[in-house]
């Protein structure tokens, strides 16, 4: 069984996120989804969810393509998830392209186009705006 990780915060999940956790499913037979804690949100990235934790992890998990969800609560955990669950390709989207490079000594790593447009900055964005 091929097992394939990918990590994000999905927060007002969109179709832009779904075409991502398809295709990665795509890669193999078991995808798992490291998703940020609210913490690690504030903390690291001094981003604010619309969403909870708990509830974009219960939408995460309602999407067929996902079969577990797994808090990421720094960023350096990505080495030991990738050894404790035994993943054959870690998968980001290509804004990140070249940034987790170092764990191809691990894992193929694979970057997937994102959908160009859409996403949660253009989301926030567009609702700022119709206020």
């Known amino acids: 069984m091929r097992k394939v990780i990918t990590y994000g915060t999905f927060d007002l999940l969109h179709y832009g996120h779904v075409n991502l956790l ?3 499913k ?4 078991y995808l798992i989804v490291a998703l940020s804690t609210d913490e690690f949100n504030w903390n690291e990235k ?3 969810c619309y969403f909870n934790y708990e509830k974009r992890k ?3 998990e309602a999407i067929r393509y996902v079969d577990l969800v797994i808090p990421e609560e720094n960023w350096e ?4 998830d990738v050894q404790e669950f035994k993943i054959d390709t870690f ?6 392209e070249g ?5 191809k000594e691990y894992c193929d ?7 160009p447009e859409i996403s949660t900055t253009q989301i926030k964005e567009n609702l700022k705006n119709k206020e």
């Open 26 to 29: 795509e890669l193999g037979d």
């Open 58 to 60: 219960q939408l995460l």
């Open 109 to 115: 790593v694979v970057y997937l186009e994102r959908t």
């Open 91 to 96: 998968v980001m989207g290509n804004d990140w």
């Open 77 to 80: 955990q990505k080495v030991s």
């Open 46 to 48: 001094q981003k604010v």
């Open 99 to 103: 940034k987790f490079d170092f764990l």
């Open 22 to 24: 398809r295709r990665a």
